[in-house]
């Protein structure tokens, strides 16, 4: 009797498995070429499951000199981008939920002018004024570019996630004996919270990917995606499928750790909305 | 515990928007007062101005004679129940419950008391440990006020608590909202753009226009003796009927013509009606205070019927008289049949009159 839902079901699993399918198989790839030993590489047909696990090639790539340095620097970078980029970002986002003030349009399109211009088209202007400032090859310098770049996504993002938690919520815990700022952190903030968790996935994945700006603002002070860039095009492949590896894993973790607070809804806070 | 407020020329501009005019008001402590009126006459903004989500224009709100018109909702000692309830979504019932007694850092075992004790008083005791998605409406509902009252405000403050009720739980609500109040006794502010809820709660009602208050008195009075057109013809279901009627002085006293009909005034209205007694006048009479009659005849006003709606325990009709259209209610066994002619007629000491230019009521 209820074919017509287990039919809709059998869809719905089946296109979640396809597109499953679709982004995992090129990460099981390079999970199993990162862990397979040099010299069963480039067997052909490949076993399924594969005959031997080695640590051999992470542990060279890893050892190879840079790439820990690198590591670190990214994971920097991307924590700093993401403070900045939600510490300026969040609060932006409030204001334009919450208050009507004049120019509001005006700012919310300025936000995304700001993405119109290619960061190619700004490289020269911002390395020279970077020297100049003493940004230039500096973490710091890095994450400012991230953030300019994360900011107007997360300002946009950020606007829709407080236009979603009511106003009363903040008046009634205003009513109930808490100042202005009381109420957003004890009741706008944690209602927020999973949206600005998608924010911050966003943010980060953004600054861990970013390739062209942290190429051309760091000489010694590279991130990962860039000390890679250089350094994979002079090595051999499985040495390349490593390093493929170690760019995906940390993304991962990532929003593995984070996934908790974008499907903890409280049993439905959106229906409240 | 219970505070009287006092506005004092209070105003509410949003841009152009007047939305509270001047308004002067004091509700006595204790006092159960409904804020009456249409859509957009400024109930909601009245209520959030007393507190203090609004910053008022001009004029001063005092709370137990204390001038809180610069203090933030947190210090003026009120409590509120939002329309949408406001209920936290990520705290469960008690906690919500606690929420201000732990702003307030009352202690521990006090808290987990007073929850407990108001809880049982809106019989929600059991649902303390649910999230508001586990709840009906209704649950969210007595939730909103056990926040509010739990914190034993000096004022508690209702923005149409019940209007997202269905209408059977709304009775029930309402009466239970007149028990509590009874209970705890806290001055109570309550919007409602509902008349029976206004009828049946307020100990006074304020009936509210544009931004102003055009009639402040006790249930009875607003519905017998509404002060304008505007209050008699929103008051009351089916509202006040209106006749267009012209005032005559006969001797012996005073007489109105409706049409051909005339009608003698009860000798209370000698001296009322100022010293014009031939002009024209709006009589107002309730569709109770008519009596209907299957004939027309002698001393009936007569009118023809539009319409006939049984209602169960009474029979609505809508008749016209002249121009006017009124609605009567009657006995719903009178057999009557759209376009026949009947007769009318009107309690004498039930009618009002009013004055057609200033549309206020005369006596
Ligand atoms: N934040 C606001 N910004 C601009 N205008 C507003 C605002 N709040 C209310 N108004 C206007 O003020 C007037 C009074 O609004 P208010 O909400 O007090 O009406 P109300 O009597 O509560 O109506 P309802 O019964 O529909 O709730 C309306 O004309 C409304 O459009
Ligand atoms: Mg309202």
């Avoid at chain 1, 829709?160 to 009741?187: N, W």
């Avoid at chain 1, 970013?210 to 350094?231: G, H, S």
């Avoid at chain 2, 507190?51 to 000692?77: C, Q």
């Avoid at chain 2, 990520?90 to 075992?109: S, Y």
Wanted: hydrophobic share 50%; net charge positive.
């Amino acid at each position: 009797m209820n074919f017509r839902v287990l039919r809709r079901q059998t869809w719905l699993y089946l296109g979640a498995s396809l597109a499953a399918f679709w982004v995992l198989v090129p990460i099981v790839f390079t999970a199993l070429a990162a862990f397979t030993p040099k010299q069963d590489f480039y067997l052909w047909p490949k076993p399924v499951v594969p005959r031997r696990f080695s640590l051999d090639t992470m542990r060279f790539f890893l050892n190879t000199h840079g790439v820990l340095n690198s590591l670190l620097n990214s994971v920097w970078v991307a924590l700093m981008t993401l403070g900045l980029t939600l510490g300026v970002g969040a609060p932006a986002g409030y204001a334009m939920a919450r208050f009507l003030f004049r120019g509001r349009e005006a700012f919310r399109l300025g936000i995304l002018v700001t993405r119109m211009f290619p960061t190619a088209l700004l490289a020269i202007p911002i390395t020279v004024n970077f020297i100049r400032w003493g940004l230039y090859d500096t973490l710091l310098g890095v994450a400012l570019i991230h953030t300019a770049m994360a900011l107007p996504f997360a300002v946009i993002i950020t606007t829709g996630i407080f236009l979603g938690v009511s106003k009363e919520l903040e008046e009634a815990a205003m009513t109930l004996g808490c100042s202005r700022l009381g109420a957003f952190a004890r009741v706008a903030l944690p209602l927020a919270l999973p949206g600005l968790a998608a924010a911050a996935m966003f943010t980060f994945v953004i600054s861990w990917n970013e390739v062209f700006a942290a190429t051309i603002l760091t000489v010694q002070n590279r991130t990962l995606p860039a000390q890679v860039l250089t350094m994979l095009r002079v090595s051999p492949l499985y040495f390349r499928f490593a390093g493929g590896f170690f760019m995906i894993m940390p993304a991962l973790l990532f929003m593995f750790f984070i996934r908790r607070y974008l499907f903890h809804m409280w049993g439905g806070a959106t229906a409240e909305r | 515990m219970a505070a009287e407020i006092k506005l004092q020329k209070v105003r509410k501009e949003f841009g152009k928007v007047v939305a509270v005019r001047d308004l002067d008001l004091v509700v006595r402590a204790g006092e159960f007062l409904v804020l009456l009126g249409p859509s957009g006459c400024g109930k909601t903004t009245t209520l959030r101005c007393i507190a203090g989500l609004e910053r008022v224009n001009r004029g001063r709100v005092f709370i137990a004679g204390r001038d809180v018109t610069e203090l933030p909702p947190a210090r003026r000692g009120i409590a509120m129940v939002f329309q949408s309830y406001a209920v936290f979504p990520h705290m469960t019932v008690a906690k919500n419950i606690a929420f201000g007694l732990k702003m307030k850092h009352t202690p521990k075992e006090e808290i987990t008391r007073r929850v407990q004790e108001v809880a049982e008083l809106l019989q929600i005791a059991e649902l303390l440990d649910r999230y508001p998605a586990q709840l009906s409406g209704g649950q969210r509902q007595r939730v909103a006020v056990a926040r509010a009252i739990v914190m034993r405000p000096e004022v508690l403050l209702m923005d149409e608590p019940l209007s997202n009720l269905d209408a059977l739980l709304r009775l029930q609500m309402r009466a239970e909202l007149k028990r509590l109040h009874r209970e705890i006794g806290t001055t109570t502010v309550y919007v409602t753009h509902d008349q029976v809820e206004a009828l049946s709660l307020g100990d006074r009602i304020a009936v509210m226009r544009a931004g102003e208050i055009v009639q402040l008195d006790s249930p009875t009075q607003v519905y017998d003796q509404p002060a304008t057109l505007f209050v008699a013809g929103f008051i009351g279901t089916p509202p006040m009927n209106f006749l267009t009627a012209q005032l005559q002085a006969r001797e012996g006293g005073l007489g109105l013509k409706i049409g051909e009909f005339s009608l003698e005034l009860p000798p209370a209205w000698q001296g009322k009606l100022g010293e014009d007694t031939e002009r024209t006048l709006v009589l107002g009479i309730r569709a109770e205070n008519i009596e209907v009659h299957a004939q027309p005849g002698e001393g009936r006003l007569p009118a023809e019927v539009v319409v006939a709606e049984p209602l169960g325990a009474t029979q609505l009709l809508t008749v016209r008289v002249g121009d006017d259209i009124l609605k009567v209610a009657t006995d719903p066994d009178l057999p009557v049949q759209p376009g026949q002619r009947i007769g009318l007629s009107l309690v004498p000491e039930k009618i009002r009159l009013f004055d057609p230019d200033s549309e206020k009521a005369l006596a």
